[in-house]
């Protein structure tokens, strides 16, 4: 501990209020000298590398290449993927994976390779090791897109856990995606990024990493293809970028580099190979289906921390009825339960809580519960006494249970990364699901504990069972989420097998998408803000996590009504659509912000129930392929440049690009258009991409454009699914699919194919099958013919 932190603590006290603040300073020093006992000094290391290539064992799939002072575990796997693993590392046991590892491909084979090398040739992928160590990814055209220079182990004299750095190199032209949720990206701009979640103390903005959610998981688009790469590892790391640059002509370039340095744990990586929808097919196939949310769960949520009683919620209800404004979901923060212990409610304050809930329920309003993971530490707390008898608590090196202070005072933490933790844990949402709620919100789990000093989280000497495996924190913060979210999802299944679960987490890791997706966490009021929220959307939609979206009007302070309808706007086309704020901020009701505030997000809201038919296609199209619903532009078009560094615009799906306003005084904006037709939604007007236009953007909308023969399934006035198609362009044809969600249990609906042409001077829309085409028998509009 130093001087700086000495006077943190002394802030701690006055900051949180007095016993508060000394149970922090109390509990980061306990965490510091738990720390000082438990962990065991790095002393002198030992640097290795492979060394010369001395023999090979061929295996199916791929084989297992020896190293004078390490060995090379390859594989291809059946459904593309290609496995490498240093010092004869497997797959297995992984918590990304959903079903481990999947079966190798026979067809692939360790051969030959010039040079002493050796290669394995795929449908989708070749990998080349070098006599070195040396490993190259390349199309099957052979064309290089990544090549990974022999690694670098430190290794403890003494024994222990060692370091590694993994060197890459891309093309010249090459641009980096994901690592989680990065609120600077969704491009990774030059610079090095921490693979450790965490609270960030307070609102962020586009400069603050690392946040709530972390993954050793890259896209990587250049010219020559597209591939992602997932480096399974779950200890801190970081991740150094930097884009290359194409010089003046032939031999000119400067490749583009990635560095992975990692504390700890195996040196072990996946790749994907092919267009992005293929590559993120491939990724949801390894590490398991986006969860299908309920149809509710994609309309309209509002939240506050500070609702304070059942009256103060009914109040917005009844503001939203009277303005005859859509609402499909209500979230309740800490301020609902019992001195903020978790599993419980204040009786005072919402003193009929189930009957409550059914009230709202009869108005088409569910109601969603925050759950937070620590346990307040006191016996006579049921959850924490029920969790002493299951021994489900975090215990530090010396067999103690680790407690931290959060919310309702000194607490515990289950361990989520043992498997009787986690089947208690998913029994305590039975009391939930009694109170009346139909969803649940997983926060502060990264995990955190209020410090006075030093990082907010447990001890990294604290122990875990990591599924009997044994470790510390260090191996096990940054699964913490994605094990808590099981957790829930499973018990929430196990509770309600007809009903699926709607979970979202603050925090998680690769594969979290299983479980339900997350939100953007506490975003800061203004306009860097609104446009981080957007970022993190995109990029969390290229790890896997396809249902995420942000605090509309941003966690802290009073946003201005036009950042607030912006906000509102560009909410409305993402996944996860909610208004939230922290206690003491501005209120987020649409109302609270003039009368031409509230008309212009009326038009939003009833668009957004307009498309929700859309975006139930768009959720089971995510479940069965693992494509976003927001993409970014480049996405059909991964070759064209203009696009890859276009983040001010979105794809919702195949037909609609969406171009919000991020800026104050936006009235027209520019717009990068994919090739093809599109067309302005509001007028009707044509526009040829690929390239460059102006459009409209006025207070009361933001551009969306249809691309031209798309068929869009819409909620007609009805209330029933209707067709929406776009003209095709002159001689060419069009289509799209629909999915109508058959409610919100299990039941596998059908996937329709819809066409469209011109045929006569008139465009015909039909519905593919089995048989072949024939008329719809939902009722079609036709639009675009203006254009």
């Not at 903005?205 to 010219?223: C, F, H, R, S």
């Not at 398991?288 to 609702?307: D, E, I, K, N, T």
């Not at 925090?507 to 609104?530: C, I, K």
């Not at 993190?536 to 996590?545: A, R, T």
Request: net charge neutral; hydrophobic share 35%.
């Amino acid at each position: 501990m130093n001087g700086r932190d000495l006077v943190r603590s002394v802030k701690a006290v006055g900051m949180v209020g007095t016993a508060q603040g000394l149970r922090t300073v109390r509990s980061s020093w306990r965490r510091w000298r738990t720390d000082a006992a438990g962990l065991t000094p790095r002393g002198p290391e030992r640097a290795r590398v492979p060394g010369p290539v001395t023999g090979v064992e061929p295996e199916p799939g791929g084989g297992v290449v020896r190293f004078a002072r390490s060995e090379l575990r390859v594989r291809v796997t059946a459904g593309g993927a290609v496995f490498w693993g240093w010092d004869g590392t497997g797959p297995d046991p992984s918590y990304a994976l959903a079903c481990g590892s999947p079966e190798p491909d026979p067809r692939a084979v360790l051969e030959p390779d010039k040079e002493g090398g050796w290669r394995v040739v795929s449908e989708r992928a070749t990998v080349v090791v070098s006599r070195h160590g040396a490993v190259e990814l390349r199309t099957p055209g052979g064309m290089m897109l990544r090549r990974d220079l022999p690694p670098r182990w430190w290794e403890p004299v003494d024994g222990g856990a060692a370091r590694w750095v993994q060197r890459s190199e891309v093309t010249a032209d090459a641009r980096f995606f994901g690592l989680g949720g990065r609120a600077g990206g969704p491009r990774l701009r030059n610079g090095t990024y921490r693979l450790w979640n965490t609270d960030p103390g307070g609102a962020f903005g586009p400069g603050d990493d690392p946040l709530y959610i972390t993954m050793p998981v890259q896209m990587v688009v250049a010219d020559a293809g597209t591939h992602l790469v997932f480096h399974d590892n779950t200890w801190e790391g970081e991740v150094s970028v930097h884009e290359g640059k194409e010089g003046a002509g032939s031999g000119h370039d400067r490749t583009g580099s990635c560095e992975v340095r990692m504390d700890g744990g195996p040196l072990r990586c996946w790749a994907m190979v092919g267009t992005p929808a293929r590559v993120l097919h491939t990724w949801a196939s390894l590490t398991g289906p986006p969860a299908l949310p309920p149809s509710w769960a994609l309309g309209h949520h509002h939240a506050r921390w500070g609702f304070g009683s059942e009256q103060e919620v009914r109040r917005i209800v009844a503001g939203y009825q009277e303005r005859g404004l859509p609402l499909d979901a209500v979230h309740l923060d800490i301020d609902h339960y019992d001195a903020h212990q978790v599993f419980t409610v204040d009786k005072e304050r919402f003193p009929k809580l189930p009957q409550f809930a059914d009230e709202l329920r009869r108005d088409g309003i569910r109601l969603v519960s925050i759950v937070d993971p620590a346990v307040k530490a006191a016996s006579g707390v049921p959850v924490y006494d029920s969790g002493v008898s299951a021994d489900a608590f975090v215990r530090d090196a010396a067999g103690r249970t680790v407690r931290g202070v959060v919310w309702p005072g000194e607490a515990v933490y289950p361990d989520f990364t043992d498997p009787r933790a986690r089947e208690w844990w998913g029994g305590l949402y039975e009391e939930r699901l009694e109170q009346g709620f139909s969803g649940f919100w997983h926060d502060m789990n990264e995990p955190v504990s209020f410090a006075a000093f030093g990082e907010a989280t447990l001890p990294r000497s604290a122990r875990h069972s990591l599924e009997g495996g044994g470790g510390d924190h260090r191996e096990a913060h940054n699964v913490y989420g994605l094990a808590m979210a099981r957790a829930g999802y499973e018990g929430l299944r196990e509770l309600h097998p007809e009903e699926r679960p709607f979970l979202f987490s603050r925090s998680g890791w690769a594969g979290m998408q299983r479980y339900g997706g997350t939100w953007s966490g506490d975003v800061s009021t203004g306009w860097p803000g609104l446009r981080a929220s957007l970022s993190l959307v995109l990029g969390l939609g290229l790890c896997g996590v396809p249902y995420s979206g942000p605090d509309v009007g941003g966690f802290d302070g009073s946003p201005s009504p036009e950042l607030y309808l912006r906000w509102f706007q560009l909410g409305s086309y993402l996944p996860l659509f909610r208004t939230h704020a922290a206690m003491g901020a501005g209120r987020r009701e649409p109302w609270e912000f003039g009368a031409d505030v509230l008309e212009h997000a009326r038009v939003a809201l009833t668009e957004r129930r307009r498309l929700l038919p859309y975006f139930m296609t768009l959720a089971h199209l995510a479940r069965r392929t693992g494509a976003p619903y927001v993409r970014p532009l480049w996405w059909g078009s991964p070759e064209d440049r203009a696009l890859r560094d276009c983040e001010d615009a979105f794809l919702l799906g195949d037909s609609l690009l969406v171009a919000p306003a991020l800026e104050s005084g936006v009235e027209r904006r520019s717009v990068r258009l994919p090739r093809g037709r599109w067309y302005d939604t509001a007028t009707g007007k044509a526009y040829e991409g690929p390239g460059q236009v102006w459009v409209d953007a006025p207070l009361s909308r933001v551009p969306v454009l249809a691309r031209a023969g798309t068929v869009l399934p819409v909620r007609g006035c009805d209330g029933g699914l209707e067709l929406e198609a776009w003209a095709p362009a002159q001689g060419r044809t069009g289509g799209g699919l629909v999915v109508a969600d058959a409610g919100d249990g299990w039941a596998q609906p059908e996937l329709e194919r819809y066409t469209t042409r011109w045929n006569e001077g008139r465009v015909v829309v039909e519905r593919e099958g089995d048989e072949g085409s024939g008329a719809p028998e939902r009722p079609v509009g036709v639009r675009g013919l203006a254009g």
